[in-house]
DNA sequence: ATCAATTTGTTCGTATGTATG
DNA sequence: CCATACATACGAACAAATTGA
């Protein structure tokens, strides 16, 4: 198996690929990595863009891709969380 | 081998060729030089409307043909793209 | 209660590029 | 050629709630 995105993966903006589909697909592998645990939040909107060099929208976009998959949560004011996995999780609990 | 096409050729409107198969092939023979990448956009419709001339249906024509051949691939809302090639590209990554 | 910093929510404007007529 | 529609991206500004001092 090849590992597709990194913590340190930039983001092509001439690619093919949308910046807020690649942004999207980065949070998910650092999800899966092990990054982020379920129910801890991710960076901040304002940290992703630093980190990343898209605009805050760009960032959103992604991030409600995420959401709507039901891989991330919100909480307004508070934060955005990764959501607690069903069969992933459990395992060292 | 000798060199058919450049980067500031134009179309001979008048001559055998139909303009979208002369813009097709400048365009091939400008993607064989390395002008543009595997999965980089190459100019978009409008900036090669100017650059050669013609009228948008027929650089949309020209580049359809690409298309058809593999050479280039759309991401619609977002340009047009080189594809990867297993054996048309350079050693050099 | 006041102040400041942080974070998400929202809207507006501008620009680019494809899709279609 | 022009006009319209849609999708995307960036920048800026402001609102609302949270947090900590």
Redesign the interface.
Known sequence: MTMMFGPDDLIDH?????PYRQLAAILKARIARGDWRPNRPIPSEARLVQEYGLARSTVRRGIAELVAEGVLFVMPQRGTYVSPSDSTEGAEG
């Open positions: 001439d690619g093919p690929i949308t």
